[in-house]
Structure formats: structure tokens, C-alpha cells
């Protein structure tokens, strides 16, 4: 059985650093193709990103069983 999957995309940075045009636009490619991304500068901000995109999938799984 096949669950498929989600493609996901952190850009980490220190709270002082800048994203660069090009980061940008490569996450909103991952978001537009329906993957998860985001710019993390912290561990909570990282694992925020990481759970929008698992909550969608569990509630898909769970909607199919």
C-alpha cells in the first residue's frame, strides 16, 4: 500500500540572516507544487514547518481507513 508522500524544503537562518531572491522562489515552487516549505530561524519555527505539512497527510490517512 502506497501513502504517497510530501516533499518538504527548510531554509534555516540565523535571526540576522537574509533570503536571497532565489531561496525565496525555490520555496514558493516546493509550496506551489504542493510540498511544504518555509524559512526557519529557530527549532520550534523548523518543527512548525515540518508539522503543517504532516497534519494534511494524517488527516487524508485517517480519512481513508
Do not use: W
Amino acid at each position: 500500500r502506497s501513502y504517497g508522500g510530501t516533499f518538504g524544503a527548510i531554509e534555516a537562518k540565523k535571526y540576522s540572516g537574509a533570503v536571497r531572491p532565489e531561496q525565496h522562489g525555490f520555496l514558493q515552487n516546493v509550496i506551489d507544487a504542493g510540498g511544504v516549505g518555509g524559512i526557519a530561524r529557530s527549532i520550534d519555527e523548523a518543527q512548525g514547518i515540518v508539522e503543517s505539512g504532516i497534519r494534511p497527510v494524517r488527516e487524508a490517512m485517517n480519512a481513508i481507513a
